[in-house]
C-alpha cells in the first residue's frame, strides 16, 4: 500500500448551521482564527424548482444527476404512509427538459417501494436503482431500471445467496459499464454491468472475512459510493478495519483489480459517504462527523468541515469546485462549497409552508453551471408528513435566468 501524504486545514462555517437567509456565507479561512470571512466568499443563487403534484401523504427525492442543460432526472418516491411502511411508497422518476420537471413514464411497476440512486452519462443511458418496501430486510428485493433514451425497463439483477438485505448504496455509468456497490451482511457486493450480464467482483483482500480486527472482531469493509474516471480507472469510497487500521478508506479499480487506498485517517470510527470528481487527481470525498477529504495520485489533503453535520452527498461543479449537503438536526439543510481560504455555504430555501428541511442527493451539470439537489420538506402536520423538492442552482440569482 502506497504511502499517503496528508496535510489538515480546520475550518468553521457559520451560516447554514444557523438557519441564515439564503445569500450569505461565513466561512473561517483555514490558516486564520476563528470567525474569519473569507474575502472570496461566493454567493450561490439556490431556488425551488416547480414540480408536479406528488401523491401523498409523503413524497422524498433521493439523487438526482444532469448530463446537459436539457436532460436530467430525479428518483425517490410517492404516496407512502408513515402508518403503512410495508405495503405503500410508489417509486418516482421526474425529468427536466431544459424548462419544466415533469414526471418520466416508467414501466408498469407492481411493487411497493423507492428508487434510491440514479447515474447517466448521456441522455440515452441513464440508470435508477431502488428496493421494495418490506416488513424485514431480508424480504426487500433490490430493482435496477435502465433508460436508452426512449423508454425504462427493469434489469435482472440476483440479490445474492446471502440471507441479509443486499443494501445497493453506490451506482456510477460510464459507457457500456454500469457499477453497482453495496453490501450483502458482512460481504461487499461489487457488480459491474458488461452490457448483457452483471459480473460479481472481489472486494480487496484486506476487507474479506478472515483475521481480526480491532476488539478482535473480523476483517471488514463497507463501500458507500462509486465513481468511474474511465474504463480501468473507478473510484469508490467507504471504510474498513483490520488489523492496524481502522477509519474510511477510498478504492481503487486498475482493469484488473480493486485495492484499498488509505487516505491518512486511522483508530477513527468515521465513514466516507459520497464522492466526487472529474479525474483521479481531483478527487473529493465526505462523510460521517465533517469528514472531507480532497486530492488523488497519492496525496491527499484532509480538509475537515467543522460543523460536523450529516454530508450526505458531493459534488464537483463545471469549474471543477466542490459543493456539499449538510443536513442538520433541525431539520434544516445548507449547500456548501469549498474556495480559497475556506468552507462557505448557504441555508436552502424550503417552501414556505415547510417547517424543515433535508437534502439526499446534488447534482452538476457536465459543462454549465447549471446544478440540482433533491430531498423532501417537512410539513406542520401530525403525524410529520414530507413532500419532494428539488432545488436549481441559478448562476445569475440577481436576474434568475438560468444558463
Known amino acids: 500500500m502506497r504511502k499517503i501524504v496528508v496535510t489538515t486545514a480546520a475550518v468553521l462555517l457559520v451560516s447554514g448551521c444557523t438557519g441564515g437567509s439564503a445569500g450569505t456565507s461565513t466561512s473561517a479561512p483555514s490558516d486564520g482564527p476563528p470567525g474569519a470571512v473569507a474575502a472570496d466568499a461566493p454567493e450561490p443563487g439556490w431556488r425551488l424548482a416547480t414540480l408536479p403534484e406528488l401523491a401523498g401523504p409523503t413524497s422524498v427525492l433521493w439523487d438526482v444527476v444532469s448530463v446537459d442543460a436539457r436532460h ?13 411502511p410495508n405495503d405503500t411508497g ?20 407492481s411493487w411497493h417501494g423507492r428508487l434510491d440512486l440514479v447515474a447517466a452519462d448521456s441522455p440515452s443511458n441513464v440508470w435508477a ?20 433514451g426512449s423508454a425504462w425497463r427493469e434489469v435482472p439483477f440476483a440479490r445474492g445467496d446471502g440471507e441479509s438485505q443486499a443494501l445497493i448504496t453506490g451506482l456510477t455509468v460510464l459507457g457500456e459499464q454500469t457499477w453497482l456497490v453495496g453490501n450483502d451482511g458482512s460481504n461487499v457486493i461489487i457488480k459491474q454491468w458488461d452490457g448483457r450480464s452483471w459480473r460479481s467482483h472481489q472486494p480487496p483482500a484486506e476487507c474479506r472475512t478472515g483475521g481480526t480486527s480491532f476488539g478482535g472482531m473480523p476483517n471488514f469493509c463497507t463501500v458507500t459510493a462509486i465513481k468511474a474516471i474511465g474504463p480501468d480507472d473507478v473510484w469508490a469510497a467507504g471504510n474498513g478495519a483490520w488489523q ?7 478504492f481503487h479499480w486498475n482493469g484488473s483489480g480493486w485495492r484499498t487506498v488509505q487516505v491518512g485517517v486511522n483508530n477513527d470510527e468515521s465513514s466516507f459517504r459520497a464522492l466526487a470528481g472529474r479525474s483521479s487527481s481531483e478527487l473529493w470525498a465526505v462523510g ?72 439526499h442527493g446534488i447534482a452538476g451539470t457536465p459543462g454549465s453551471p ?12 401530525t403525524p410529520r408528513y414530507l413532500r419532494g423538492v428539488v432545488l436549481e442552482y441559478v448562476p445569475d440569482a440577481s436576474t434568475g435566468s438560468r444558463h
Open 72 to 84: 436530467a432526472w430525479a428518483v425517490g418516491s410517492e404516496a407512502y404512509s408513515p402508518d403503512q
Open 90 to 109: 410508489t417509486p418516482l422518476v421526474l425529468r427536466w427538459d431544459g424548462t419544466n420537471w415533469t414526471r418520466a413514464a416508467v414501466p408498469a411497476i
Open 129 to 148: 436503482v431502488g428496493s421494495t418496501a418490506a416488513a424485514t430486510p431480508e424480504e426487500q428485493v433490490t430493482h435496477v431500471l435502465h433508460y436508452d
Open 244 to 250: 492496524g487500521f481502522k477509519g474510511p478508506l477510498l
Open 288 to 359: 460521517d462527523g465533517g469528514l472531507a477529504v480532497r486530492g488523488g495520485g497519492g496525496s491527499f489533503e484532509l480538509l475537515r468541515y467543522a460543523p460536523g453535520g450529516a454530508l450526505p452527498d458531493v459534488v464537483t461543479d463545471h469549474a471543477g469546485q466542490p459543493w456539499l449537503i449538510d443536513n442538520s438536526p433541525t431539520p434544516s439543510a445548507s449547500l456548501v462549497t469549498y474556495r480559497t481560504g475556506g468552507w462557505a455555504g448557504v441555508a436552502a430555501p424550503q417552501p414556505p409552508d415547510a417547517v424543515g428541511l433535508s437534502l
Open 370 to 381: 447549471l446544478m440540482f439537489a433533491v430531498g423532501a420538506a417537512d410539513l406542520p402536520t
